[in-house]
């Protein structure tokens, strides 16, 4: 049986309370009219904060989680198999209540999404920030370096640990790809890829050691070489804004784009690009439209979409291409921001805007087809194949298939990759003392119990109560 699980832990005093308020660049004025509040609980606001945390990051041990602070003061770890939860370090970047008229998008937006790196070490990607963020778990404590001069003032989004060791931040409304040392510091500019806001979102290590730039606003896939310092498009992909949200590798070598106000799932192969297609044909209405926020490959091979507005989880098996929403959450705004599989084989995703962490457990091992949502969601459309009305109002449509891009990019000067720009001597600040809460507890509540696939048909809801230091097998009821 899977389980859908949620766990709220009640906070002492170790949160410091952020605040909200302006909608993020990019959103208009229609989808922020829609937007409704945050969904009630028996909890009261100051117990966990509201968009605190964008991204989660497996630790070395396996089994810890930690959140990178967006506009929360410090960051959050969770001991998936002791269900304790804490948080440490001392960071700046929040806005007052007072000053946010209680909105969710308010405060700094520090850094969003991060990377484990060889040494152990988990580097936050820099989207408001000026510095990158260091944590060093076994230490619990954290640190900045570097000092970024850009134009923009939503930069990256998102980063890739490289075959080489080094990790690439994704261009969200930044120009170039930045490149981080997690040993020296040093840091580097490089690639050409336009002024356009909201570009990609996220990003993808694909067996050939390039990474691939998932399409958020942008007419293309990035293709990012480290050992180059080339970033060159792959594939074009149909026009409009908010489109993916994050992209996985599955078991068969693919790269799969989760989808958030697109109505399909994208699917291409790196040794390929003329196979780029999407397939699906999901809801798009309501909290349905602005869907998943980053995505998991599970031990069963499925792959499973984080909840950020909907009130289900996407699954979907590469293998066949069959999907189906998984559970019956409350209905979310900006809930959850990407997961991890812990070691434990269990999927957790921490909370922006909930004020809970999100477990998913059980995933079963077996592969079985999914019963899909609608009878047409295993519809293929090659994305190659763009109507006329789609490319009418971008330049030299005609010209943009994939191998007159890449020619394009080749011979525009204005385009084409730079040479790598080192910048500015990187400096460290001094570690901050850790801030614990040992005495924080948690309530677990199993919302819905999901099965591989017949047991599915059938939602049994439960509630149970449990200590940090209870198992599942153990409780004290």
Known sequence: MTTITLFTFVSLGAFVQPFAGHMP???????????????????????????????????????????????????????????????????????????????????????????????????????????????????SSVSTFGVISSPVQRKWLGGVLGANGLI????????????????????????????????????????????????????????????????????????????????VLATNGKIYGIPALSTSILEFDVYNPASTETFGNLPNTGYMSDKWNGGVLASNGKIYGMPWRSSSILEFDPATKAIGLRGNLPHGNFSWHGGILSKSGKVVALPYNSKRVLEIS????????????????????????????????????????DDRLRQRYDSDDSARSEPPKPFLAPFKAPATKPITNPASQLQTFVLAMIGCPEAAKTTEVSLFHCSPLYSHANLPF
Not at 217 to 235: K, M
Request: aromatic letters at 8%.
């Open 25 to 139: 660049p990019c959103y208009n004025a229609d989808q922020q009219s829609s937007m409704e509040g945050p969904v009630a609980t028996e909890w009261t606001d100051d117990q966990l904060i509201r968009g605190g945390w964008r991204g989660a990051v497996l630790g070395p041990d396996g089994n810890k989680v930690y959140g990178i602070p967006t506009n929360a003061t410090s960051v959050l770890e969770v001991d998936v198999a002791r269900r304790q939860v804490r948080t440490f370090g001392r960071l700046g970047g929040t806005t007052p209540d007072s000053e946010c008229a209680g909105a969710i998008h308010c405060g700094a937006d520090k850094w969003i999404d991060g990377v484990l790196a060889p040494n152990g070490k988990i580097f936050g990607i820099p989207f408001g920030a000026d510095t990158v963020l260091e944590i060093d778990p076994a230490m």
């Open 168 to 247: 690439y931040a994704i261009p969200y409304d930044a120009e170039t790809v930045l490149e981080i040392d997690p040993e020296t510091h040093a840091m580097t500019l490089f690639g050409a890829v336009g002024r356009a806001p909201c570009k990609w979102y996220g990003g993808v290590l694909a067996p050939n050691n390039k990474i691939y730039a998932i399409p958020y606003s942008e007419r293309y896939i990035l293709e990012i070489d480290p050992e180059t310092h080339r970033a060159i498009p792959f594939a074009m992909v149909a026009s409009g804004w908010g489109k993916w949200a994050g992209g």
């Open 362 to 401: 059980n995933v079963c091992a077996q592969r079985f087809p999914t019963s899909s949502v609608t009878s047409d969601l295993k519809e293929r459309t090659p994305m190659l194949a763009h109507a006329e009305s789609d490319l009418a109002d971008q330049p030299d449509a005609d010209e943009m298939t």
